[in-house]
């Protein structure tokens, strides 16, 4: 099928280089001339596992290109996606200025029916305002073309989202056009091939249950969160709560780990949208609204933790951070809770130095050259001339360190420990003071 994709984000990229590997051709629009050019050098803007070499050889294959000539990209497909941001707006409710353009630039150019679909995650509604826009543009053009306009949200997973797109849980497909579901199901037959993973519902419960899906996972994260903050203050460890809570079937084990807040593209901002959209129906959620705050208090522990051990004092103290992603796998800084530990120490007085597999150059993109702020090529040089040790994202390369090389390193023998990486009691054979969150506060090893 031919197949167009406006937006080479995160969402766009993925599902444009999936299509294309399954045998769809593809064309990806953008406006950012330097992003095209360096897609077609094989460049990849952002990490994934998996997506390179999949771009790679579908671009050297012939099945996906990437341009800025909109007029062609409508033209090429019979299906187009609008997979652009939909940035948080003042107030935390979504920004729709990027879909409905893309809505305006599609009804301006063409000329045969085409099935337009929302990609993009957006309030309830959205759908109705890109039909009228689609509407009022052919209108305004004497144009008389036919289309259908399809809520068809993501679900990617950042740092599993090739796989996730390759092997979906769920393709929800929201219409009431049997001719626009007739196409989608052909479009999407690759990934539905052993089981009927396609629900079909209509577009405000398609646009509802994204949000929906996101908001429910940010709240078990918050749940815990709040469990680990009582389990810190009642004596308890939040470890043995969690298997004995995840052990229930009704319950589960995922996503109930405590730690240092969550953050990335897709959480904080949608949460903040459905309390929008809420308020905007005349509805207060007040268990979103929690959920927010909660999560924005959790994003201050590890520095509380911190300034607790030392009195309210680091100035001139060095800092090594393991960890700068928002999540393991990926290189989004976006909401990171490395972001506000970082920012608070420098307030305070505090140096860096920090390593991530993956998000240096993100955060050198963010932060520029700052005298407070070294990054450094591996964990281990991180600890150099530090005083202590900050853990923030749970990357696979920090579950087994050398703890005696750690206690030797650094000039205090201390961790702060934002996603419970460790056991309390061996931190204490190592001679490690250990902070975790939710786990009887600290331990101490002589």
Not at 5 to 34: K, P, S
Not at 283 to 288: F, M, P, Q, R, S
Not at 358 to 366: D, K, N, P, S, V
Request: glycine share 8%; proline share 4%.
């Amino acid at each position: 099928m031919k197949v167009t994709v406006f937006g080479i984000g995160y969402v766009g990229l993925v599902q444009a280089a999936v299509m294309a590997e399954v045998g769809h051709d593809v064309v990806c629009i953008d406006v950012d001339q330097n992003k095209v050019d360096r897609l077609k050098q094989g460049h990849i803007p952002i990490y994934e596992p998996g997506l390179t070499p999949l771009v790679k050889s579908n671009y050297e294959a012939g099945r996906v290109d990437f341009t800025t000539d909109a007029a062609r990209g409508v033209e090429h497909g019979d299906v187009i996606f609008i997979a652009v941001g939909t940035p948080p707006d003042e107030d935390g409710s979504a920004d729709l200025k990027y879909v409905l353009s893309v809505a305006k630039t599609i009804a301006e150019h063409m000329d045969s029916h085409k099935i337009i679909i929302n990609k993009s995650t957006v309030p309830v509604g959205t759908a109705d305002k890109v039909n009228a826009k689609v509407t009022e543009t052919l209108e305004s053009l004497g144009k008389s073309v036919t289309f259908d306009v399809v809520s068809n949200p993501e679900f990617l997973k950042e740092g599993a989202a090739v796989n996730d797109c390759m092997r979906p849980d769920r393709i929800i497909i929201g219409t009431q056009s049997e001719s626009a579901e007739k196409k989608l199901r052909e479009l999407y037959s690759p990934f539905n091939r052993n089981h009927d993973k396609i629900i079909v519902m209509d577009i405000k419960s398609a646009e509802l249950t994204k949000y929906a899906a996101n908001c429910m996972l940010a709240t078990k994260i918050s749940f815990m969160n709040e469990m680990s903050n009582l389990a810190e203050l009642m004596g308890a460890d939040i470890e043995n709560v969690r298997r004995g809570i995840g052990s229930d079937p009704r319950i589960g084990y995922q996503f109930i780990y405590p730690g240092c807040g969550y953050g990335g593209s897709c959480f904080p901002k949608d949460v903040q949208a459905l309390v929008r959209s809420a308020t905007g129906v005349g509805y207060t959620a007040k268990v979103l609204e929690a959920v927010e705050e909660v999560n924005y208090a959790q994003k201050e522990k590890l520095f509380e933790y911190i300034m607790r051990h030392f009195g309210g004092d680091v100035k001139g103290k060095t800092v090594a951070i393991w960890g700068l992603s928002f999540k393991p796998n990926t290189d989004d800084m976006r909401e990171a809770s490395s972001r506000v530990l970082m920012e608070n120490l420098w307030k305070a007085g505090a140096k860096v130095k920090a390593y991530d597999p993956e998000a240096m150059e993100e955060t050198q993109r963010i932060y520029g050259s700052r005298d407070d702020l070294e990054l450094v090529g591996t964990k281990e040089s991180a600890l150099n001339g530090a005083d202590f040790l900050v853990i923030c994202t749970e990357w696979q390369a920090f579950r087994a360190p050398d703890f005696e090389l750690i206690k030797e390193k650094l000039s205090t023998p201390l961790i702060f420990d934002g996603r419970n990486l460790f056991e309390p009691n061996m931190m204490l054979e190592y001679g490690l003071h250990y902070y975790a969150i939710g786990r009887g506060l600290s331990v101490k090893g002589q």
